[in-house]
């Protein structure tokens, strides 16, 4: 069969050289936002078949178009998977992506006005979770808790509980995008159901970390709801899902479709259902172990040259650098830099920052990407030692073509899943 991309060529040369650029620029530098990976080259092909063409509203059995015998199976069995695997009562696979995923938790369980604890966002809380510039901050009346510096970052439960039986949430939301330590879903439960409070986790970042069985499941702690995007950790295509107790599942299920939806993404579900087929076996909790692993030594490294991470260190597979404290540059001059010898990170706000979000004080990065390459502890450290040079010479040419192709050097070793 002829390469899609030869087809290509000839319909849209612009598009086709984009798509060429954009797979060197994967095969030739480092990605290390915590938030991005190399999905399953079946998964890839998936997003690409004939299930894109189909129309599914509704839900297995009960649609509204014909022609779903096949549609029907691939979300039954990514349903299942997904109850399985994060040992949920009930899945709903059709979330978009991870804000409708988690508006249709908020709008299927709330009233506008309604009071919601989430984690502010400067302490790594995202944006979703009722940030002020977002539709959900002005829809619900978010009150947010911090991390405690002074406790590696801990959550500081006594504040959380004073601020709760103050404010009496109709639900407790915790769950981060720039947060490098696992969660005590117990301590939040505890404080929950003292307010008469409904539990929500988005575990976005970790849901492959969780599903490898190397940090915390909220579902084991009796939570109500947890969201996790599919393309994070878990390796799969773009999108999200929703995991809650069986006493939930008609509510959310009316909440993503007819009430904030229309048709799902059926090649997506279908890239979701092998991807949890994957994530139940033996080599995915090895590799969900190996991005902990890695993510340890890459902080180990730094730390030991003298670089300051937000909250010593990581218990995950992400880490934050105050690159101002640590270098004189702010976030996005460190972003800059790492990006010209092909490393890719992402400037990152820090707790409380003084900066604004696009020059932050820190840069954030992650393993998951590099690790389904195949890098391991020894690539970590010299990529360390690399960022660590760049980001002390910003400007010295010289010195950053030479960690340039160091860094080339390494991604010739490590090929990159459906790329080559
Ligand atoms: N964009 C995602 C991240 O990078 O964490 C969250 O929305």
């Known amino acids: 069969m002829q390469d899609f991309r030869d087809l290509l060529k000839t319909t849209d040369p612009d598009v086709a050289a984009a798509l060429a650029g954009e797979e060197r620029r994967q095969k030739g530098g480092v990605e290390m936002i915590p938030s991005e990976n190399y999905t399953y080259p079946e998964v890839l092909a998936l997003l690409g078949s004939v299930f894109t063409n189909k129309y599914s509203e509704g839900y297995p059995g009960r649609r509204y178009y014909g022609g779903q015998d096949f549609t029907d199976a691939v979300e039954e069995l990514a349903r299942a998977r997904a109850c399985a695997v994060f040992r949920a009562g009930h899945a709903n696979v059709q979330p978009l992506s991870g804000s409708p995923m988690n508006q249709a938790v908020y709008l299927g369980f709330l009233k506008p006005g309604d009071t919601v604890l989430g984690m502010e966002l400067s302490h790594g809380g995202h944006l979703t979770h009722g940030a002020p510039a977002s539709h959900m901050g002005r829809l619900f009346n978010f009150v947010r808790y911090k991390t405690d510096p002074a406790r590696a970052g801990a959550i500081d439960f006594d504040a959380l509980r004073a601020t709760a039986l103050a404010a009496r949430p109709r639900m407790v939301l915790c769950g981060f995008s720039s947060y490098p330590r696992d969660l005590d879903y117990v301590a939040f439960k505890a404080i929950a159901d003292e307010v008469g409070a409904l539990t929500m986790a988005d575990v976005s970042h970790i849901g492959g970390l969780i599903a490898g069985g190397v940090l915390n499941n909220p579902m084991d702690a009796g939570f109500d709801f947890m ?70 030594a890459l902080a180990e490294a730094l730390l030991a040259d003298g670089i300051q991470l937000i909250t010593g260190g990581t218990d995950n597979h992400m880490m934050v650098i105050d690159t101002v404290a640590s270098f004189g540059l702010d976030g996005a001059e460190a972003e800059r830099v790492l990006d010209a010898i092909g490393i890719t990170t992402n400037k990152q706000i820090v707790p409380d920052d003084p900066r604004p979000p696009l020059k932050p004080s820190g840069i954030r990065l992650g393993t998951p990407a590099a690790t389904t390459r195949g890098m391991r502890e020894a690539e970590m450290r010299e990529l360390a030692g690399l960022i660590a040079e760049a980001l002390r010479h910003p400007a010295d040419e010289a010195v950053l073509t030479r960690l340039k192709s160091a860094c080339g050097e390494i991604c010739t070793r490590f090929p990159v899943p459906g790329i080559g």
Do not use: W
Not at 259 to 272: I, K, R, S, W
């Open 227 to 296: 969201t996790t995007t599919t393309h994070k950790s878990l390796r799969g295509p773009r999108g999200g899902m929703i995991l809650c107790k069986a006493e939930h599942a008609k509510k959310i299920d009316s909440s993503v479709f007819p009430g904030l939806q229309g048709g799902p993404h059926m090649n997506v579900v279908a890239g979701v259902a092998v991807t949890l087929r994957i994530a139940a076996t033996p080599p995915f909790r090895a590799y969900a172990g190996q991005v902990i692993a890695n993510a340890k």
